[in-house]
């Protein structure tokens, strides 16, 4: 059992910066694949980014790629989203998960697939 809680988020301006940051607790997040998701209002749940357990190898969505950077510290266990250059559009709930499959690296975009969930940070971006 893993369970997650985000910090991090709040209001900035477009073009600005931010960092979220998800704690987790239980002896085997470092065996978890992790990843970010967010939800804007009246949209589905989207994926964003996902970091293998080992951290070595990361998978990004293609509208936030080169701009957001996914990495992990297993002995804090966290994980991290650093956020650039944002963007109107990236305006919404951002969520981390754990995959609970341990030690798969393949890349999931699918939320269904993830078995944890932290509960929300709201991240605003302001034109």
């Known amino acids: 059992q893993v369970q997650l809680v985000e910090s991090g988020g709040g209001l900035v301006q477009a073009g600005g910066s931010l960092s979220l940051s998800c704690a987790a607790s239980?002896?085997?997040?470092?065996?978890?694949?992790m990843a970010w998701f967010r939800q804007a209002p009246g949209k589905e749940r989207e994926f964003v980014a996902r970091?293998?357990?080992?951290?070595?190898?990361?998978y990004y969505a293609e509208s936030i790629k080169g701009r957001f950077t996914i990495s992990r510290d297993n002995a804090k266990n966290t994980v991290s989203l650093q956020m650039k250059s944002l963007k109107p559009e990236d305006t919404a709930v951002y969520y981390c998960?754990?995959?609970?499959?341990?030690?798969?690296?393949?890349?999931?975009?699918?939320?269904?697939?993830?078995?944890?969930w932290g509960q929300g940070t709201q991240v605003t971006v302001s034109s």
């Open positions: 239980g002896r085997l997040f470092s065996s978890y694949a």
């Open positions: 998960a754990a995959d609970g499959r341990r030690y798969y690296n393949s890349p999931d975009d699918r939320a269904a697939d993830y078995d944890y």
């Open positions: 970091i293998a357990w080992s951290g070595s190898i990361t």
